[in-house]
């Protein structure tokens, strides 16, 4: 079975670190320089278990945005919000989203993906 993520980060070194780190960990990667590009992964791809994605970033939505029409469409899809700048509070995210504070630590990041169960894959 792929366990894959889908990293969704403008800043291209921060993307790169991450994608290297997720995959050197043993998981499948796909990346989206913004929500647009996110929506069309998942919608290609079913295999997407996790969507990782920074809160602040150009397009039609920011993170936030994103993980709430990822939260209604793939309800099974596991989310984790990043930010170095921004604190959504509990309330404004959704349910069951992991935030962590960047700058994290690969290890709080590898925590978050060891503990998804990597079940079969969502269709929207």
Known sequence: MTRTVLVVEDEPLIRIGAIDFISDAGYAVLEATNADEAILLLESHPEIRV?????????????????????????PVTL???????????????TDTAFLRKPYRDEELLRLLGAIDWGEAVSA
């Open 51 to 75: 969507v990782f994605s920074d809160i602040e970033m150009p397009g039609s939505m920011d993170g936030l945005k994103l993980m709430h029409a990822v939260r209604e469409r793939w309800p």
């Open 80 to 94: 984790i919000l990043a930010s170095g700048r921004m604190v959504p509070h509990l309330s404004e995210m959704p």
